[in-house]
């Protein structure tokens, strides 16, 4: 596990408002900060922009966002800084605007007043920085992808009802239901929130789980900047939650009256969601699955979502890889993979097509090594990642990989039904 | 406690509270409760924590709750609430309390205008927090003990000095703290640590709760004989 550190800066004065650090070692020291924010000062004074740099056992990322607050991210030596590297930077600066809103983030004339204000923000900048570190109580991919991470339930249409039903009983059009960080049904309002709302809303969900109802005033760092909501959370049930986007009304008490009521009545529905863990895909779909298939990731850009599935047991020869190695494999891959070579459909890259001739646009790519392959698969607007063992024969990985493509994204249950 | 009946009866419902086989408590949405007779009546009571920044107020709702306490302290977002479920007998009789536990970040408060009275509406009881370490925050007590509550709430009130059990950050007196409750008449609860042993963690935690929904019940029968 490398570690991975942030560091938030004000961009103008250079004065360092927060550090967070995650995986082993300390985190820098406030003399090498200085530096870090001196090298980039330099640069800029020379008409230069300082994105990236890579030392012998480091790689380094800068973004300063609207002109005010300036984050730099280190990482250990394992990974090379890449654009994921800096699409983590927004979600981060992302998840500053969430609790603090722009305004009150980039005006800061403030520093103390800021630094205090930014504090809350921990929780989530933590929870990214452990992503980052693949650390193995929270795992994920919504951060890579840029979508929200979902489950795939046996049968949606209940849940949808009852869910736009209670959306509609608390006067709200931004309602989801979430089981351990997951997305399990949302409403079409739900839907048209931007990738990184998607992706930073079931992080914050997933920060407590002790607690029955919160209120949370937050802001949408694309749909509503300046202008903050209320995210009112409820727990149903041990691990299914449901959540709504609301504006002065209703109080957080009417909230959990309302959830009780309106709810109680499909509780055996929400009891039964909760038999797809770990494995978050619809039984029915599950056993059409290939044996030889030990993991998956499916990308669908177009509807912001993605579903994952670490807990397929492998029944080779190999020696098992346990779920956060296949995690950490799967990340791996998708790091270098797409982006670099297969383009998202909904998210290019900014460096996408230079590099390759116009005309060759790959749709397939394997990789291979002596603890895993990973067949990734493009259909528009599908990625699929499968992870088999080491053993399997490439062109076997390949015909598996289109059968499984063909499982999730035909028949009844598709991933891209709302 | 002896005077409460057998307490072996409350401690055989008690383990209901538990994920069978573990010692850890299960964790109940707003749908479910613990798998009590349906004789046993339920009451609820709504507890409002309130305190200075990292005095301790979300660090007490996990210790009554039963969950695992983070290690670092982080500034709670928006209002939280929290169901801690406590089986106990008052006289002959096994009641269920459920204890709804309110909690409000200070940068939020400060913020919205909406948290402070959300977690002030229909309140029972209010725990001011306060830590042991902070000098400050305990001379400033009786202050906060008398704005904690307003007369029209005929709230409980009740002081919880968190981090009682770090002796050598220690910044109050048991002396003090004793004078304090007679010269008040507002009980102090002192809390800190969690039990080394996980399958203590209930036993650890018990007499403070045995002691809030006793008093809770006290306030009830009082406000019954005012009526």
Redesign the interface.
């Known amino acids: 596990m490398a570690a991975c550190t942030l560091v938030g800066l004000a961009a103008s004065s250079g004065v360092p408002l927060f550090v967070r650090h995650a995986g082993p070692g300390k985190p820098p020291a406030y003399a090498l900060i200085g530096s870090l924010n001196g090298v980039h000062v330099f640069g800029e004074s020379h008409g230069v922009t300082l994105c990236s740099t890579r030392t012998k056992n480091a790689s380094f990322t800068w973004r300063t966002y609207h002109d005010s607050i300036r984050l730099v991210l280190i990482r250990g030596s394992e990974v090379v800084a890449d654009s994921c590297d800096s699409r983590l930077l927004d979600l981060m600066f992302a998840s500053l605007v969430l609790?603090l809103g722009l305004d009150n983030l980039t005006s800061g004339t403030n520093i103390e007043r800021l630094k205090?204000?930014i504090?809350?923000s921990?929780?989530l900048l933590d929870k990214l920085l452990s992503r980052a570190v693949n650390s193995s109580d929270n795992l994920g991919f919504s951060h890579l992808t840029g979508c929200a991470e979902c489950v795939i339930p046996p049968d949606q249409h209940i849940l949808q009802s009852e869910l736009e039903k209670y959306a509609e009983g608390v006067d709200s059009s931004c309602a989801c239901v979430m089981m351990n960080g997951q997305v399990v049904s949302g409403t079409r309002s739900f839907w048209s929130l931007s990738h990184m709302e998607l992706v930073l809303l079931p992080l914050?969900v997933a920060t407590?789980?002790?607690?029955?109802?919160?209120?949370?005033?937050i802001y949408l760092p694309d749909k509503s900047p300046n202008v903050?909501f209320?995210m009112l959370v409820?727990?149903?049930?041990?691990?299914?939650y449901a959540i709504t986007l609301c504006g002065?009304t209703p109080?957080?008490?009417e909230i959990?009256r309302l959830?009780?009521s309106s709810?109680?009545p499909v509780?055996q529905v929400?009891e039964s969601i909760t038999t797809l863990l770990p494995w978050n895909i619809a039984p029915g779909l599950l056993s059409q699955i290939d044996h030889s298939v030990i993991g998956l990731l499916l990308v669908n850009y177009d509807h912001k979502k993605c579903v994952s599935c670490v807990h397929l047991s492998e029944e080779s020869r190999s020696p098992p890889l346990n779920t956060a190695k296949k995690s950490a494999a799967l990340e791996a891959v998708y790091r270098s993979v797409i982006g670099p070579l297969l383009q998202p459909p909904a998210v290019p890259p900014d460096d996408f097509p230079s590099r390759l001739h116009p005309d060759h646009v790959p749709l397939e790519s394997y990789v291979s090594t002596d603890s895993y392959k990973v067949y990734v698969m493009q259909s528009s607007p599908y990625h699929l990642l499968i992870l088999y063992p080491p053993a399997l024969p490439i062109q076997i990985a390949r015909k598996v990989t289109l059968r499984t493509l063909a499982i999730f994204t035909k028949g009844s249950m598709k991933i891209c039904r709302h | 406690m002896g005077s409460d009946g057998p307490v072996w009866e409350s401690k055989t419902y008690q383990k209901k509270l538990l994920i069978p086989g573990t010692n850890k408590r299960?964790?109940?949405?707003?749908?479910?409760k613990p798998n009590l007779p349906p004789s046993v009546p339920n009451v609820t009571y709504k507890i409002f924590l309130c305190g200075k920044t990292a005095s301790g107020k979300t660090w007490t709702?996990?210790c009554l709750?039963g969950?695992e306490v983070p290690s670092q302290h982080?500034?709670?977002?928006?209002?939280?609430?929290?169901?801690v479920f406590w089986p106990m007998k008052i006289g002959s009789r096994l009641i269920l309390f459920r204890l709804e536990l309110w909690d409000a970040?200070e940068?939020?408060t400060r913020?919205?205008s909406?948290?402070l009275p959300?977690c002030r509406?229909?309140v029972d009881a209010v725990l001011v927090c306060c830590s042991a370490s902070d000098r400050e925050g305990w001379l400033d007590m009786p202050r906060a003990v008398a704005e904690a509550t307003q007369p029209a709430d005929r709230a409980a009130v009740a002081v919880i000095l968190t981090r009682w059990d770090q002796f050598s950050k220690r910044e109050v007196t048991e002396a003090e703290v004793e004078a304090f409750e007679k010269s008040r008449g507002v009980p102090v609860v002192r809390l800190g640590g969690t039990a080394s042993d996980p399958a203590q963690e209930m036993p650890h935690i018990a007499p403070t709760l045995n002691f809030l929904c006793r008093r809770l019940w006290q306030r009830d029968q009082e406000l019954l004989s005012i009526k």
């Open positions: 609790l205090r204000d504090r809350p921990y929780l914050l407590n789980t002790f607690t029955v109802a919160r209120d949370l005033p903050p209320r409820v727990k149903l049930t041990g691990h299914v002065p109080t957080l008490t959990i959830a009780s709810w109680a509780y929400l | 299960k964790f109940f949405g707003v749908l479910e709702m996990n709750s969950q982080v500034e709670t977002i928006g209002v939280q609430c929290s169901h970040g940068a939020s913020q919205y909406h948290i959300a509406e229909g």
